[in-house]
């Protein structure tokens, strides 16, 4: 054991995602262009944010839309062996408007397209733990609930 008290404790990095619907009831996912898989939108929290600015600044971005952030859906303890420590949190974007979809631009240096997708083929769209999350986080959507998962398993 060390006599450094902080090298004991977790040092995660934290990320913010949204989850965006359609009338149908669709999720959005986004292909960014330095992932091999779907994901949605969202990113890193940086210094001095809080994980719902993170969310609001990453769709911004992404998106180049402003919608209104609503709740948090998911809070995940996600470590993962490349990355490390990691917390994730994934805030309701609702359902968005006809005039927020024409308005979408995908940031070029980020994402290559989106689509929106039924929650039901979401484990064959994504890689397992994210897409675990995102069945949790529409659950959670639709039963007024937030979860805590780790591992996007609920605990």
């Not at 934290?14 to 779907?38: C, T, W």
């Not at 992404?62 to 470590?79: F, K, Q, S, T």
């Not at 420590?85 to 994402?111: H, I, M, N, S």
């Amino acid at each position: 054991m060390t006599d450094d008290p902080a090298a004991t404790f977790a040092h995660a990095r934290a990320a913010a995602g949204v989850l965006f619907f359609n009338d149908q009831d669709h999720i959005m996912l986004v292909e960014p262009s330095y992932k091999d898989y779907r994901d949605i939108p969202g990113g890193y929290v940086e210094r001095g944010e809080t994980p719902y600015q993170a969310a609001k600044r990453e769709v911004a971005e992404e998106l180049c839309i402003r919608p209104e952030i609503g709740r948090l859906l998911v809070a995940d303890w996600a470590p993962n062996p490349a990355e490390g420590d990691k917390v994730l949190f994934l805030f309701d974007g609702g359902v968005l408007t006809t005039e927020q979809l024409d308005a979408l631009r995908l940031e070029p240096g980020e994402l290559v397209g989106c689509q929106f997708h039924d929650i039901a083929q979401i484990h064959d769209l994504t890689i397992p733990r994210l897409a675990r999350r995102l069945l949790h986080a529409h659950a959670a959507r639709s039963d007024g609930s937030t979860r805590y998962l780790e591992h996007g398993e609920r605990i």
